[in-house]
Protein backbone atom coordinates (compact mmCIF):
# COMPACT_ATOMS: atom_id res chain seq x y z
CA UNK A 1 0.00 0.00 0.00
CA UNK A 2 1.19 3.59 -0.83
CA UNK A 3 0.58 6.79 0.74
CA UNK A 4 -2.60 7.90 0.09
CA UNK A 5 -2.28 12.02 -0.25
CA UNK A 6 -5.60 13.48 1.16
CA UNK A 7 -5.89 16.49 -1.58
CA UNK A 8 -8.65 16.91 -3.79
CA UNK A 9 -5.73 18.02 -6.68
CA UNK A 10 -6.25 15.81 -10.22
CA UNK A 11 -3.48 13.37 -10.16
CA UNK A 12 -1.10 13.30 -13.28
CA UNK A 13 -0.57 9.77 -14.81
CA UNK A 14 3.19 9.62 -13.00
CA UNK A 15 1.25 10.01 -9.31
CA UNK A 16 0.77 6.85 -7.09
CA UNK A 17 -2.49 7.41 -5.86
CA UNK A 18 -5.70 9.07 -7.04
CA UNK A 19 -6.69 12.23 -4.71
CA UNK A 20 -9.97 11.61 -2.73
CA UNK A 21 -12.91 13.42 -3.98
CA UNK A 22 -16.27 14.14 -1.32
CA UNK A 23 -17.42 10.80 -3.52
CA UNK A 24 -14.65 8.48 -2.51
CA UNK A 25 -13.84 9.31 0.55
CA UNK A 26 -16.63 6.79 2.56
CA UNK A 27 -19.18 8.09 5.50
CA UNK A 28 -17.83 5.08 7.26
CA UNK A 29 -14.79 2.30 7.45
CA UNK A 30 -12.31 4.97 6.43
CA UNK A 31 -9.32 2.80 6.94
CA UNK A 32 -10.69 0.62 4.60
CA UNK A 33 -10.43 3.10 1.54
CA UNK A 34 -6.86 3.28 -0.56
CA UNK A 35 -6.48 5.41 -3.74
CA UNK A 36 -2.89 4.12 -4.64
CA UNK A 37 -3.01 2.56 -8.78
CA UNK A 38 -1.60 -0.84 -7.48
CA UNK A 39 -4.77 -1.67 -5.51
CA UNK A 40 -7.22 0.06 -7.54
CA UNK A 41 -5.50 -1.51 -10.76
CA UNK A 42 -5.44 -5.09 -9.16
CA UNK A 43 -8.91 -5.15 -7.85
CA UNK A 44 -10.09 -4.47 -11.57
CA UNK A 45 -7.85 -6.95 -13.57
CA UNK A 46 -8.74 -9.89 -11.67
CA UNK A 47 -12.86 -9.58 -12.08
CA UNK A 48 -14.85 -10.73 -15.14
CA UNK A 49 -17.79 -7.91 -15.05
CA UNK A 50 -18.59 -4.51 -13.15
CA UNK A 51 -22.07 -3.62 -12.36
CA UNK A 52 -22.62 -0.16 -14.17
CA UNK A 53 -24.86 2.52 -13.24
CA UNK A 54 -26.52 5.54 -14.73
CA UNK A 55 -29.69 7.55 -14.67
CA UNK A 56 -32.34 6.86 -17.23
CA UNK A 57 -35.37 9.54 -16.79
CA UNK A 58 -33.95 10.12 -13.44
CA UNK A 59 -34.02 6.93 -11.70
CA UNK A 60 -30.94 4.75 -11.31
CA UNK A 61 -30.25 1.65 -13.55
CA UNK A 62 -27.46 -0.89 -13.14
CA UNK A 63 -26.07 -3.32 -15.62
CA UNK A 64 -23.73 -6.07 -15.49
CA UNK A 65 -21.24 -5.39 -17.93
CA UNK A 66 -18.04 -6.54 -19.12
CA UNK A 67 -15.10 -4.11 -19.60
CA UNK A 68 -11.47 -3.80 -20.27
CA UNK A 69 -8.84 -1.51 -18.61
CA UNK A 70 -5.96 0.29 -20.64
CA UNK A 71 -3.66 2.35 -17.84
CA UNK A 72 -6.03 4.75 -16.43
CA UNK A 73 -8.69 4.49 -19.00
CA UNK A 74 -11.45 1.80 -18.68
CA UNK A 75 -13.81 0.75 -21.46
CA UNK A 76 -17.20 -1.12 -21.93
CA UNK A 77 -19.20 -1.66 -25.33
CA UNK A 78 -22.32 -3.24 -26.40
CA UNK A 79 -24.32 -2.73 -29.22
CA UNK A 80 -24.95 0.37 -31.00
CA UNK A 81 -28.63 -0.23 -30.21
CA UNK A 82 -28.32 -0.80 -26.06
CA UNK A 83 -29.55 1.84 -23.89
CA UNK A 84 -26.50 3.41 -22.16
CA UNK A 85 -24.73 3.62 -25.34
CA UNK A 86 -27.36 4.96 -27.52
CA UNK A 87 -27.87 7.88 -24.26
CA UNK A 88 -24.24 8.28 -24.55
CA UNK A 89 -25.23 10.14 -27.36
CA UNK A 90 -24.54 8.89 -30.77
CA UNK A 91 -23.67 11.92 -32.24
CA UNK A 92 -20.24 12.02 -31.87
CA UNK A 93 -19.69 16.05 -32.79
CA UNK A 94 -21.64 17.08 -29.77
CA UNK A 95 -21.31 14.46 -27.39
CA UNK A 96 -22.59 15.17 -24.01
CA UNK A 97 -21.26 11.87 -22.24
CA UNK A 98 -22.86 10.29 -19.62
CA UNK A 99 -22.73 9.59 -16.09
CA UNK A 100 -21.84 6.77 -14.80
CA UNK A 101 -20.74 4.86 -11.68
CA UNK A 102 -18.80 1.62 -12.34
CA UNK A 103 -18.41 -0.42 -9.84
CA UNK A 104 -16.51 -4.00 -9.02
CA UNK A 105 -17.20 -6.50 -6.41
CA UNK A 106 -14.74 -9.87 -5.49
CA UNK A 107 -16.54 -11.58 -2.42
CA UNK A 108 -13.67 -13.24 -0.69
CA UNK A 109 -15.19 -14.64 2.52
CA UNK A 110 -18.37 -15.20 4.46
CA UNK A 111 -17.69 -13.60 8.34
CA UNK A 112 -19.49 -15.77 10.61
CA UNK A 113 -19.83 -13.33 14.10
CA UNK A 114 -20.95 -14.73 17.68
CA UNK A 115 -23.41 -12.15 16.87
CA UNK A 116 -25.62 -11.28 14.30
CA UNK A 117 -24.80 -7.81 13.98
CA UNK A 118 -20.85 -8.70 13.47
CA UNK A 119 -21.80 -10.60 10.51
CA UNK A 120 -20.29 -9.26 7.32
CA UNK A 121 -18.43 -10.36 4.07
CA UNK A 122 -14.68 -10.41 3.20
CA UNK A 123 -14.52 -8.21 -0.06
CA UNK A 124 -12.41 -6.07 -1.98
CA UNK A 125 -14.20 -3.41 -4.09
CA UNK A 126 -13.67 -0.59 -6.45
CA UNK A 127 -16.26 2.36 -7.46
CA UNK A 128 -15.48 4.67 -10.19
CA UNK A 129 -17.20 7.63 -10.68
CA UNK A 130 -17.14 10.20 -13.98
CA UNK A 131 -18.90 10.73 -17.28
CA UNK A 132 -18.37 8.09 -19.98
CA UNK A 133 -17.89 9.02 -23.92
CA UNK A 134 -18.04 7.06 -27.39
CA UNK A 135 -14.78 6.20 -28.45
CA UNK A 136 -14.64 7.13 -31.93
CA UNK A 137 -10.88 7.06 -32.95
CA UNK A 138 -11.17 3.68 -34.80
CA UNK A 139 -7.42 3.06 -33.07
CA UNK A 140 -8.89 3.56 -29.74
CA UNK A 141 -11.54 1.61 -30.51
CA UNK A 142 -9.30 -1.97 -31.76
CA UNK A 143 -7.64 -0.94 -28.47
CA UNK A 144 -10.40 -0.99 -26.44
CA UNK A 145 -11.99 -4.31 -28.22
CA UNK A 146 -8.58 -6.10 -27.57
CA UNK A 147 -8.45 -4.86 -24.13
CA UNK A 148 -12.07 -6.13 -23.53
CA UNK A 149 -11.10 -9.82 -24.71
CA UNK A 150 -7.75 -9.85 -23.08
CA UNK A 151 -9.67 -8.26 -19.57
CA UNK A 152 -11.79 -11.96 -19.86
CA UNK A 153 -8.33 -14.27 -20.66
CA UNK A 154 -5.14 -12.13 -20.80
CA UNK A 155 -3.60 -13.37 -24.46
CA UNK A 156 -6.85 -14.08 -26.38
CA UNK A 157 -7.02 -10.83 -28.29
CA UNK A 158 -4.01 -12.30 -30.18
CA UNK A 159 -5.77 -15.47 -30.77
CA UNK A 160 -9.35 -14.77 -32.30
CA UNK A 161 -10.22 -13.39 -35.01
CA UNK A 162 -10.35 -9.64 -34.96
CA UNK A 163 -13.49 -7.78 -35.57
CA UNK A 164 -14.55 -7.02 -39.10
CA UNK A 165 -15.90 -3.97 -40.80
CA UNK A 166 -19.52 -4.71 -40.13
CA UNK A 167 -19.03 -6.14 -36.13
CA UNK A 168 -16.58 -2.62 -35.53
CA UNK A 169 -19.51 -0.56 -36.93
CA UNK A 170 -22.45 -2.94 -34.77
CA UNK A 171 -20.61 -2.59 -32.00
CA UNK A 172 -20.26 0.69 -29.48
CA UNK A 173 -17.43 1.60 -26.82
CA UNK A 174 -17.36 3.81 -24.06
CA UNK A 175 -14.34 5.27 -22.71
CA UNK A 176 -14.40 5.97 -18.90
CA UNK A 177 -10.97 7.42 -16.83
CA UNK A 178 -10.10 6.62 -13.75
CA UNK A 179 -9.63 9.50 -11.95
CA UNK A 180 -12.36 9.64 -9.30
CA UNK A 181 -11.83 6.33 -7.93
CA UNK A 182 -11.42 4.13 -4.60
CA UNK A 183 -10.53 0.93 -3.47
CA UNK A 184 -12.08 -0.46 -0.46
CA UNK A 185 -11.59 -3.86 0.82
CA UNK A 186 -12.16 -6.30 4.34
CA UNK A 187 -10.46 -8.83 5.71
CA UNK A 188 -9.77 -10.63 8.87
CA UNK A 189 -12.29 -12.87 11.11
CA UNK A 190 -15.14 -11.53 12.96
CA UNK A 191 -14.79 -8.28 15.26
CA UNK A 192 -17.03 -9.67 17.90
CA UNK A 193 -17.72 -7.86 21.13
CA UNK A 194 -15.56 -8.58 24.42
CA UNK A 195 -18.90 -9.80 25.68
CA UNK A 196 -19.84 -11.93 23.45
CA UNK A 197 -16.29 -14.10 22.88
CA UNK A 198 -17.64 -16.80 25.39
CA UNK A 199 -20.86 -17.61 23.80
CA UNK A 200 -21.29 -21.13 22.15
CA UNK A 201 -21.42 -20.31 18.60
CA UNK A 202 -18.92 -21.18 15.55
CA UNK A 203 -17.09 -18.00 14.62
CA UNK A 204 -14.99 -17.71 11.83
CA UNK A 205 -14.55 -17.34 7.96
CA UNK A 206 -15.51 -18.91 4.97
CA UNK A 207 -13.51 -19.16 2.13
CA UNK A 208 -14.99 -18.87 -1.29
CA UNK A 209 -13.28 -20.45 -4.04
CA UNK A 210 -11.79 -18.96 -6.57
CA UNK A 211 -10.22 -20.15 -10.16
CA UNK A 212 -11.92 -22.42 -12.55
CA UNK A 213 -13.08 -26.26 -13.52
CA UNK A 214 -11.86 -27.98 -16.13
CA UNK A 215 -12.14 -26.22 -19.60
CA UNK A 216 -15.49 -27.25 -21.97
CA UNK A 217 -13.96 -27.27 -25.53
CA UNK A 218 -16.87 -26.40 -27.78
CA UNK A 219 -18.40 -29.95 -29.64
CA UNK A 220 -17.61 -28.99 -33.21
CA UNK A 221 -13.87 -28.42 -31.92
CA UNK A 222 -11.35 -29.89 -34.41
CA UNK A 223 -9.52 -32.79 -32.69
CA UNK A 224 -6.04 -31.06 -33.62
CA UNK A 225 -6.78 -27.67 -32.08
CA UNK A 226 -4.94 -28.34 -28.29
CA UNK A 227 -5.55 -26.08 -25.36
CA UNK A 228 -3.15 -22.47 -25.87
CA UNK A 229 -0.64 -22.29 -23.18
CA UNK A 230 -2.67 -18.89 -21.98
CA UNK A 231 -5.52 -21.02 -20.93
CA UNK A 232 -3.24 -23.78 -19.28
CA UNK A 233 -1.82 -20.78 -16.75
CA UNK A 234 -5.13 -19.45 -16.35
CA UNK B 1 -39.66 -22.07 -17.02
CA UNK B 2 -43.46 -20.95 -16.80
CA UNK B 3 -45.17 -19.23 -19.32
CA UNK B 4 -44.21 -15.77 -19.16
CA UNK B 5 -47.74 -13.23 -18.97
CA UNK B 6 -46.81 -10.05 -21.64
CA UNK B 7 -48.57 -8.00 -19.82
CA UNK B 8 -48.03 -4.70 -17.37
CA UNK B 9 -50.52 -5.54 -14.72
CA UNK B 10 -50.04 -5.65 -11.29
CA UNK B 11 -49.34 -9.81 -10.51
CA UNK B 12 -50.60 -11.12 -7.57
CA UNK B 13 -48.88 -12.67 -4.75
CA UNK B 14 -50.16 -15.66 -6.37
CA UNK B 15 -49.02 -15.12 -9.99
CA UNK B 16 -46.31 -17.52 -10.90
CA UNK B 17 -44.05 -14.45 -12.81
CA UNK B 18 -43.70 -10.95 -12.57
CA UNK B 19 -45.51 -8.92 -15.46
CA UNK B 20 -42.99 -7.42 -17.95
CA UNK B 21 -42.55 -3.76 -17.89
CA UNK B 22 -40.72 -0.84 -20.44
CA UNK B 23 -38.06 -1.08 -17.92
CA UNK B 24 -37.53 -5.13 -17.61
CA UNK B 25 -38.14 -5.86 -21.70
CA UNK B 26 -34.47 -5.97 -23.00
CA UNK B 27 -33.97 -3.91 -26.01
CA UNK B 28 -31.43 -7.09 -27.13
CA UNK B 29 -31.40 -10.30 -26.54
CA UNK B 30 -34.91 -11.40 -25.13
CA UNK B 31 -34.85 -14.64 -25.35
CA UNK B 32 -32.56 -14.33 -22.31
CA UNK B 33 -35.25 -12.93 -20.48
CA UNK B 34 -37.53 -14.33 -17.81
CA UNK B 35 -39.56 -13.26 -15.34
CA UNK B 36 -41.39 -15.83 -13.34
CA UNK B 37 -40.69 -16.48 -9.41
CA UNK B 38 -38.91 -19.11 -9.70
CA UNK B 39 -36.59 -18.06 -11.75
CA UNK B 40 -35.76 -15.01 -10.43
CA UNK B 41 -35.53 -15.94 -6.92
CA UNK B 42 -32.89 -18.87 -7.30
CA UNK B 43 -30.52 -16.35 -8.80
CA UNK B 44 -31.39 -13.89 -5.78
CA UNK B 45 -31.08 -16.42 -3.36
CA UNK B 46 -27.42 -18.16 -4.50
CA UNK B 47 -25.67 -14.61 -4.86
CA UNK B 48 -23.85 -13.16 -1.50
CA UNK B 49 -24.31 -8.78 -2.71
CA UNK B 50 -25.80 -7.21 -4.71
CA UNK B 51 -25.20 -4.29 -6.53
CA UNK B 52 -27.77 -1.27 -5.01
CA UNK B 53 -28.05 1.80 -7.51
CA UNK B 54 -29.29 5.31 -6.34
CA UNK B 55 -29.02 9.01 -7.80
CA UNK B 56 -27.40 10.91 -5.80
CA UNK B 57 -26.88 14.98 -6.51
CA UNK B 58 -28.27 13.97 -9.94
CA UNK B 59 -25.17 11.34 -10.56
CA UNK B 60 -25.55 7.66 -10.21
CA UNK B 61 -23.70 5.52 -7.51
CA UNK B 62 -23.44 1.72 -7.41
CA UNK B 63 -22.40 0.40 -3.89
CA UNK B 64 -22.44 -3.54 -3.35
CA UNK B 65 -24.35 -4.78 -0.41
CA UNK B 66 -25.34 -7.30 1.97
CA UNK B 67 -29.20 -8.44 1.64
CA UNK B 68 -32.00 -10.74 2.71
CA UNK B 69 -35.48 -11.99 0.46
CA UNK B 70 -38.65 -12.60 2.08
CA UNK B 71 -40.93 -13.46 -0.08
CA UNK B 72 -41.83 -10.63 -3.06
CA UNK B 73 -39.26 -8.70 -0.33
CA UNK B 74 -35.81 -7.64 -0.77
CA UNK B 75 -34.21 -5.76 2.81
CA UNK B 76 -30.86 -4.09 2.77
CA UNK B 77 -29.40 -2.86 5.97
CA UNK B 78 -26.47 -0.45 6.86
CA UNK B 79 -25.50 2.28 9.46
CA UNK B 80 -28.19 4.92 10.03
CA UNK B 81 -25.28 7.00 9.04
CA UNK B 82 -24.75 5.48 5.24
CA UNK B 83 -25.82 7.78 2.24
CA UNK B 84 -28.33 5.64 0.82
CA UNK B 85 -30.17 5.46 4.04
CA UNK B 86 -29.84 8.78 5.53
CA UNK B 87 -31.54 9.45 1.99
CA UNK B 88 -34.15 7.25 1.56
CA UNK B 89 -35.58 9.27 4.34
CA UNK B 90 -35.00 9.31 8.20
CA UNK B 91 -38.30 11.25 9.13
CA UNK B 92 -40.51 8.16 8.39
CA UNK B 93 -43.50 9.56 8.96
CA UNK B 94 -42.82 11.30 5.54
CA UNK B 95 -40.40 9.21 4.31
CA UNK B 96 -40.30 9.81 0.28
CA UNK B 97 -38.77 6.38 -0.36
CA UNK B 98 -35.33 6.12 -2.44
CA UNK B 99 -35.57 5.22 -6.23
CA UNK B 100 -33.21 2.26 -6.20
CA UNK B 101 -32.15 -0.57 -8.72
CA UNK B 102 -30.90 -3.60 -7.22
CA UNK B 103 -29.12 -6.19 -9.64
CA UNK B 104 -27.78 -9.69 -8.72
CA UNK B 105 -25.19 -11.10 -11.07
CA UNK B 106 -23.68 -14.85 -11.39
CA UNK B 107 -20.81 -15.13 -13.29
CA UNK B 108 -20.56 -18.97 -14.80
CA UNK B 109 -18.57 -19.07 -17.23
CA UNK B 110 -15.99 -17.35 -19.96
CA UNK B 111 -17.14 -17.87 -23.25
CA UNK B 112 -14.26 -18.17 -26.23
CA UNK B 113 -15.01 -17.65 -29.51
CA UNK B 114 -12.78 -18.39 -32.60
CA UNK B 115 -14.27 -14.79 -33.07
CA UNK B 116 -13.34 -11.49 -31.16
CA UNK B 117 -16.70 -10.09 -31.70
CA UNK B 118 -18.42 -13.65 -29.83
CA UNK B 119 -16.58 -13.71 -26.79
CA UNK B 120 -19.09 -13.50 -24.53
CA UNK B 121 -20.08 -14.87 -20.48
CA UNK B 122 -22.25 -17.08 -19.23
CA UNK B 123 -23.98 -15.64 -16.33
CA UNK B 124 -27.46 -15.53 -14.69
CA UNK B 125 -28.68 -12.12 -13.45
CA UNK B 126 -31.87 -10.01 -11.93
CA UNK B 127 -32.67 -6.50 -11.99
CA UNK B 128 -35.27 -5.25 -9.80
CA UNK B 129 -36.27 -1.70 -10.33
CA UNK B 130 -38.60 0.38 -7.71
CA UNK B 131 -38.81 2.48 -4.66
CA UNK B 132 -37.29 1.17 -1.34
CA UNK B 133 -38.69 2.14 2.22
CA UNK B 134 -37.24 2.57 5.59
CA UNK B 135 -38.57 -0.31 7.78
CA UNK B 136 -39.80 0.95 10.98
CA UNK B 137 -41.95 -1.75 12.41
CA UNK B 138 -39.84 -3.45 14.77
CA UNK B 139 -41.11 -6.77 14.40
CA UNK B 140 -40.42 -6.54 10.29
CA UNK B 141 -37.10 -4.85 11.24
CA UNK B 142 -35.97 -8.52 13.21
CA UNK B 143 -37.49 -10.32 10.75
CA UNK B 144 -35.76 -8.79 7.86
CA UNK B 145 -32.00 -8.43 9.84
CA UNK B 146 -32.81 -12.65 10.55
CA UNK B 147 -32.95 -12.92 6.32
CA UNK B 148 -30.18 -10.75 5.80
CA UNK B 149 -27.83 -13.07 8.32
CA UNK B 150 -29.49 -16.19 6.96
CA UNK B 151 -28.85 -15.01 3.32
CA UNK B 152 -25.23 -15.60 3.63
CA UNK B 153 -25.61 -18.46 5.73
CA UNK B 154 -28.87 -20.51 5.99
CA UNK B 155 -29.66 -21.27 9.25
CA UNK B 156 -27.14 -19.34 11.06
CA UNK B 157 -29.82 -16.38 12.42
CA UNK B 158 -30.84 -18.74 14.97
CA UNK B 159 -27.43 -20.00 16.19
CA UNK B 160 -25.94 -16.41 16.55
CA UNK B 161 -27.19 -13.53 19.29
CA UNK B 162 -29.51 -11.11 18.17
CA UNK B 163 -29.31 -7.65 17.51
CA UNK B 164 -29.56 -5.98 21.18
CA UNK B 165 -31.72 -2.36 21.65
CA UNK B 166 -28.19 -0.38 21.16
CA UNK B 167 -27.55 -2.50 17.53
CA UNK B 168 -31.32 -2.76 16.40
CA UNK B 169 -30.83 1.45 16.80
CA UNK B 170 -27.82 1.45 15.02
CA UNK B 171 -28.94 -0.13 11.83
CA UNK B 172 -31.34 1.19 9.55
CA UNK B 173 -33.22 -1.21 6.90
CA UNK B 174 -35.07 -0.86 3.57
CA UNK B 175 -37.46 -2.88 1.83
CA UNK B 176 -37.55 -3.29 -1.66
CA UNK B 177 -40.52 -5.31 -3.09
CA UNK B 178 -39.92 -7.18 -5.89
CA UNK B 179 -42.57 -5.83 -8.44
CA UNK B 180 -40.45 -4.65 -11.76
CA UNK B 181 -37.80 -7.29 -11.87
CA UNK B 182 -36.35 -9.92 -14.36
CA UNK B 183 -33.92 -12.49 -14.72
CA UNK B 184 -31.76 -12.86 -17.57
CA UNK B 185 -29.14 -16.10 -18.51
CA UNK B 186 -26.88 -16.78 -20.98
CA UNK B 187 -25.69 -20.61 -21.10
CA UNK B 188 -23.69 -22.95 -23.49
CA UNK B 189 -20.94 -22.16 -26.11
CA UNK B 190 -19.40 -20.02 -28.15
CA UNK B 191 -22.18 -18.90 -30.92
CA UNK B 192 -19.47 -18.33 -34.01
CA UNK B 193 -20.05 -17.30 -37.16
CA UNK B 194 -20.24 -20.32 -39.76
CA UNK B 195 -17.44 -19.28 -42.12
CA UNK B 196 -15.40 -18.66 -38.69
CA UNK B 197 -15.91 -22.67 -37.90
CA UNK B 198 -12.51 -23.51 -39.51
CA UNK B 199 -10.43 -21.05 -38.06
CA UNK B 200 -7.28 -22.70 -35.84
CA UNK B 201 -8.45 -21.23 -32.33
CA UNK B 202 -9.43 -23.00 -29.48
CA UNK B 203 -13.10 -22.25 -28.35
CA UNK B 204 -15.08 -23.30 -25.59
CA UNK B 205 -16.43 -22.52 -22.04
CA UNK B 206 -14.26 -21.98 -19.02
CA UNK B 207 -16.69 -22.89 -16.37
CA UNK B 208 -15.76 -20.46 -12.83
CA UNK B 209 -15.46 -22.43 -10.04
CA UNK B 210 -18.57 -22.05 -7.23
CA UNK B 211 -18.42 -23.22 -3.31
CA UNK B 212 -15.71 -22.80 -0.70
CA UNK B 213 -12.35 -23.95 0.53
CA UNK B 214 -11.78 -24.97 4.62
CA UNK B 215 -13.70 -23.21 6.96
CA UNK B 216 -11.15 -21.02 8.82
CA UNK B 217 -12.43 -21.05 12.47
CA UNK B 218 -11.47 -17.49 14.72
CA UNK B 219 -7.98 -17.82 16.19
CA UNK B 220 -9.86 -17.28 19.63
CA UNK B 221 -12.75 -19.60 18.99
CA UNK B 222 -13.15 -22.56 22.50
CA UNK B 223 -11.73 -26.10 20.90
CA UNK B 224 -14.71 -27.27 22.42
CA UNK B 225 -17.20 -25.60 19.40
CA UNK B 226 -17.47 -28.18 16.85
CA UNK B 227 -18.42 -27.36 13.14
CA UNK B 228 -22.34 -26.72 13.17
CA UNK B 229 -24.43 -28.86 10.42
CA UNK B 230 -25.61 -25.90 8.56
CA UNK B 231 -21.88 -24.86 7.88
CA UNK B 232 -20.70 -28.65 6.68
CA UNK B 233 -23.95 -28.77 4.49
CA UNK B 234 -22.83 -25.21 2.78
Same mark, same amino acid.
Given at each position: MQTTPHTTDTPS? $??AAYAPTDRT??? *?? *? $? *??SYDHESVHAILDEAYVCHLGFVRDGAPVVLPTLYGRVGDRLYVHGSTGSRPLRMAGAAADRDPGLQVCLTVTHVDGLVLARSAFHHSINYRSVVVHGTAHQVTDPEEKRLALDALVDHVVPGRSADSRPADTKELAATAVLRLDLNEVSAKARTGGPNDEPEDMDLPHWAGVVPLRKGHDALIPSADLAPDITVPDYLIEL
Open positions: P $ESIPT *RS *R $E *RA
